[in-house]
């Protein structure tokens, strides 16, 4: 890996494919993320959510096996071929030769409360989960649920099956209390695979100082998003240089070797005006490298998020 190779932890391609069967992963231009736009950008990696659409009924796990289906079928083949991380020991094999695809849940509304479905994801190579997504579901509470609760006793059993197969955790939709309660429950460090911090912009979605120190303690990683209202309050115009004091912020913190990035791109319908598709990526650390030196942003853009996967993905030898 070098200072142009990019992991980026988050992104909503899969739902738009899933609900439009007529587009392209190879450079369809109502897509942010393509294949095209991969190579361009230097992503070496790329994790795909698989999130319910609000406008598809009640959340069954018949949709998730489709967002897989769509994964395997409509992605992986694209351009001349991605590869697919499940494993420990094939970050390794990780270069810029060809793009790498990973697989998360973005909610478990869909796991239909069976755990036996969270097994099933994982052996059909679903590596990480996002407990919620804004609102509570059988699970846990979301961040945007007014009562702030933790986890369901089922809830509970599902973290606990968690760390039991090697299912990673993500928590940047999970409600303050549950993100508490996830501290003491689960055995691996998790994730906040898009959120940004709140003491510079002041959304319900960001992670306070507190937040940020706990994942910092535990070895966890948090992924900065690109998602405007994230970044910048207000109704101004937001560029990429605004994501620059989430960057000081979080490594005043001591979480310089925890930073990495999650664009949601394709999970937004508006965007920072310099920084709207995975093609952008380049510039972008041109401007990083500007105020920083080039060990620091490459391990922002990828080292991070590398030493994480190879620590704490599965081992294929179970």
């Known amino acids: ?53 609000e406008k598809w009924g009640h959340p069954r796990f018949e949709r998730i096996l489709q967002g897989i289906d769509v994964f395997r079928n409509r992605i992986v083949p694209a351009g001349m071929g991605l590869n697919w991380l499940q494993y420990k020991e094939e970050v390794k094999e990780m270069t810029n030769n060809k793009p790498w695809g990973m697989l998360s849940i973005e909610g478990a509304d869909g796991l239909e409360g069976e755990l036996f479905n969270l097994t099933t994801a994982y052996e059909l190579g679903v590596r990480f989960l996002g407990v919620t997504w804004n609102y509570a579901n059988w699970a846990a509470d979301g961040v945007l649920e007014k009562r702030n609760g933790g986890f369901t006793n089922k809830g509970r059993q599902l973290v606990e099956l968690c760390n039991e197969i090697g299912m990673l955790l993500d928590v940047s939709h999970v409600s303050q209390a549950g993100f508490w309660e996830l501290t ?135």
């Open 1 to 53: 890996m070098n200072t142009r190779s990019v992991v980026d932890f988050h992104c909503d391609v899969l739902s738009k494919m899933t609900d439009n069967v007529a587009l392209s992963f190879v450079n369809d231009c109502q897509l942010d993320v393509t294949y095209e736009r991969m190579k361009s950008g230097g992503v070496v990696l790329q994790c795909f959510a698989i999130y319910l659409m």
């Open 184 to 318: 003491e429950l689960s055995k691996r460090p998790f994730i906040a695979s898009h959120s940004n911090a709140y003491d510079i912009c002041s959304h319900v979605r960001n992670l306070d100082n507190q937040q940020i120190k706990a994942i910092v303690d535990m070895d966890g990683r948090i992924g900065l998003t690109f998602v405007p209202w994230f970044v910048k309050e207000g109704n101004g115009e937001i560029t990429s240089k605004d994501i620059i004091p989430h960057i000081e912020h979080i490594c005043e913190l001591g979480a310089d070797k925890h930073l990495m990035f999650g664009s949601d791109f394709d999970g937004i319908d508006s965007w920072i005006t310099d920084l709207n598709h995975p093609g952008k990526y380049p510039a972008f650390i041109e401007l990083l490298l500007k105020y920083y030196k080039e060990e620091q942003v490459t391990s922002w853009v990828s080292g991070n998020a590398i030493t994480y996967l190879e620590t704490y993905l599965p081992s294929r030898k179970g």
